[in-house]
């Protein structure tokens, strides 16, 4: 019976659902040589970010925030949490909804004292909790308007120097095959682009007149 069952199962359309190996893809701060020379292994990968002051995510967070040791006692001294566990600051706990007012009024005589209107802010139809997060904020938004560390100095000098293109240079097997055409032809590139023995690449007239150039100018400037 469990025979028929599993050759059934087998010939089912519904497809089987596999989940994605997970990425074994770690971060390598020896890829730079002013990372690697500031890395800490004890730290983890937020907090080495945080401590040389870059961002780890480019898009805000989406989960809690790692506590800090002043705040882990902080709480368990009040009993109560310093800030919300899921990091969501929504905008029903703070500001008001497009389009609301509150309304202050004196205790005593219940006269209106004010009316604070609702700030303008992004649309926010279906009342998402991650609106009011820009994704242009960082994951540490603690080093926002904060000076540069001097790690970030290094990088942003390391990134303004320009680097000059190097030039190729004929390899020693292709200037013999130029000094052979130029022997046999001299300055005919019409008959060396011609010869299958000595071209057999078929190289066009003008890239074979190019190279014979370059390695004139070569040759020219050695023995200067």
Do not use: F
């Amino acid at each position: 019976m469990g025979r028929e069952l599993q050759k059934k199962k087998n010939r089912s359309s519904i497809s089987k659902v596999r989940q994605k190996p997970k990425s074994k893809k770690r971060v390598n701060p020896r890829s730079n040589p002013i990372i690697e020379a500031n890395w800490d292994p004890s730290l983890t990968l937020a907090q080495n970010y945080r401590q040389l002051g870059l961002l780890s995510k480019l898009n805000a967070r989406s989960g809690g925030v790692e506590k800090s040791l002043v705040e882990a006692k902080q709480e368990q001294i009040s009993g109560k949490p310093s800030h919300d566990p899921l990091g969501l600051q929504t905008s029903s706990a703070k500001t008001l909804l497009p389009g609301e007012a509150k309304v202050e009024r004196d205790p005593e005589t219940g006269a209106i004292l004010r009316v604070i209107q609702a700030q303008p802010s992004k649309p926010n139809p279906l009342n998402d909790p991650l609106n009011d997060l820009s994704d242009e904020d960082g994951e540490d938004s603690d080093t926002n308007g904060k000076d540069s560390t001097m790690v970030v100095k290094q990088l942003e000098a390391a990134s303004s120097m320009v680097v000059k293109p190097r030039a190729r240079q004929q390899s020693t097997r292709e200037e013999e095959w130029i000094a052979r055409l130029v022997d046999k032809y001299g300055d005919d590139y019409k008959r060396m682009m011609r010869d299958k023995k000595l071209n057999p690449y078929q190289q066009t007239e003008a890239d074979i007149a190019r190279r014979v150039k370059k390695w004139k100018a070569r040759n020219e400037s050695s023995e200067i």
